[in-house]
């Protein structure tokens, strides 16, 4: 059901979660863990693997602020550092549910929908499929350089395995840029101009306006609630 | 007979001063296909790529009778249907369906006209069942069929396939050039494989130094300039 929903239905409630978050500030641990039993139901339903899920988010996102959480700590701010660590770790699972649950051709015209420029989209959009190329390339280089006994082991502390290091991550960026050129070619030559068309018709149905509603209600209501009891 | 494509005098030199194209000259007629051989680095490719306006070098080029130029560009690439060697650079749209109708929406066709075209170019190759497949996931004589439904969907008069049966499996090269038999369009077609080449073409043309140093029958040119790799290897051992 997720998936069906409109990218702007999803890209609002996302929207106003990120906000709800960043603005709580009494009683965190409780709207907390509310948009965490959220964000955990949300992806059960979306059909994704809510472990895997939780610890993608966990290894992107911890290593930053785990940093600043223990500074927060030597200061004597306790609750200060977990608000940290809560609010980084809920808002890139939100952001990773909303990635998981549409397709970026379908995001990008939903934000554009909602006013985002265009160009910003297109490097967003370019941004994405070049990351691809790029971690491409990376893998058949790798895949040379092990096949002639190659290792990166020690790098940092071998200077002509850097240098050579060093020097791949050159060859890296320049094939890459030329099979980025290629595909850049590919999508001229069949007409591409200046957007990105999709064959989803991006009709904003009844289901979408409920979705929406359901979620503003589950996400600013439930947090007064909660803010207003406890 | 009026040519579909026409190319006077064309120059082309890269940003690093290789001169690619030196005063090349040619001409398709409807209902022909052209093998286009010669080394690497001849300037083949450069060639081609002119023809779709991805490249601009100096001299003349006129599709079904209109002057390449950069105002008709969208067109001409409508015309010249342009099919890249490496088919993993024309595939980058979620799934197979959304990447064959990726050119029609560029051309402002609707997007239930468009669904239908891409449901009919993928029939066409053969890999309807795949629509909803994600490019990435399909083998590459696959990937080949469906960059070829991608440029049909478009409806060109022109096919350029740039080293169509590299990367296939020879199950998958058969499959290929019985494919591209039935394709009713005038096709040039850049190969090194001269027996895709004798199946297809009914004219070649031969490019050395970035010129066309000859031009004939696809058994002539093979035999002028020892182009024909397994029967040159023949008569070695002979």
């Known amino acids: 059901m997720i998936h069906r929903r409109d990218a702007r239905a999803k890209t609002i409630a996302v929207l106003v979660f990120l906000i709800a978050l960043a603005t709580a500030r009494r009683n965190f641990l409780a709207v907390g863990l509310w948009y965490f039993a959220i964000l955990v139901a949300v992806t059960i339903a979306a059909r994704l693997p809510i472990l895997a899920a939780l610890a993608r988010v966990a290894v992107v996102v911890l290593p930053f602020t785990l940093v600043f959480a223990a500074i927060s700590l030597a200061a004597g701010e306790p609750l200060a550092a977990i608000t940290l660590v809560g609010k980084s770790y809920l808002s890139a699972l939100a952001v990773l549910v909303l990635l998981s649950t549409t397709p970026l051709p379908e995001l990008l015209h939903g934000l554009e929908h909602l006013g985002v420029p265009r ?18 390339e990376a893998q058949h280089m790798r895949a040379a350089a092990r096949a002639k006994s190659g290792s990166l082991k020690r790098v940092f502390f071998d200077r002509s395995k850097f240098g050579a290091a060093a020097g791949a991550m050159g060859v890296l960026f320049a094939r890459s840029y030329a099979h980025a050129e290629g595909i850049h070619q590919a999508m001229l030559a069949r007409g591409f101009q200046d957007r990105f068309r999709t064959l989803s018709r991006h009709a904003f149905r009844g289901g979408d306006a409920a ?16 803010e207003a009891w406890i | 007979m009026e040519p579909l494509i026409e190319v006077h005098d064309l120059h082309f030199q890269y ?3 290789t001169v690619a194209l030196d005063g090349v000259h040619f001409r398709l007629f409807p209902g022909e296909t052209v093998a286009v051989f010669g080394a690497n680095g001849s300037g083949k490719t450069t060639f081609v790529l002119h023809l779709n306006g991805l490249l601009a070098g100096d001299g003349d080029i006129r599709v079904c009778g209109m ?3 950069r105002k008709n560009l969208a067109r001409v690439r409508q015309k010249v249907g342009l099919v890249f060697q490496d088919s993993d650079n024309q595939l980058f749209m979620p799934t197979v ?15 239930n006209e468009a669904y239908a075209r891409a449901t009919a170019a ?11 497949k994600a490019p990435y996931h399909l083998s590459a004589g696959e990937k080949k069929r469906v960059a070829i439904a991608g440029i049909l969907v478009m409806r060109p008069e022109i096919l350029v396939l740039d080293e169509p049966t590299t990367s296939l499996d020879p199950p998958g090269q058969i499959a290929l050039l019985d494919l591209l038999e039935r394709l009713p369009q005038a096709k040039i077609l850049v190969t090194h494989d001269v027996q895709s080449a004798r199946i297809l073409a009914n004219r ?12 004939g029958s696809v058994e002539e040119l093979i035999a002028r300039f020892s182009w024909d790799r397994a029967r040159n290897r023949q008569a070695t051992h002979i």
């Open chain 1, 119 to 136: 160009y910003l989209l297109m490097v967003v959009q370019f941004l994405y499929r070049y990351l691809f190329v790029i971690s491409g």
């Open chain 1, 211 to 226: 979705f929406l509603m359901t979620a503003v209600l589950l996400l600013a209501g439930a947090r007064v609630a909660i």
């Open chain 2, 15 to 17: 940003d690093d001063g």
């Open chain 2, 67 to 69: 002057v390449l130029e």
């Open chain 2, 97 to 111: 369906i959304e990447d064959v109708a990726f050119g029609p929406l560029n051309l402002g066709v609707d997007r």
């Open chain 2, 122 to 132: 993928l029939e066409q190759v053969g890999m309807e069942p795949a629509s909803h």
């Open chain 2, 204 to 215: 070649a043309v031969f490019f050395e130094k970035g010129r066309i140093a000859g031009e």
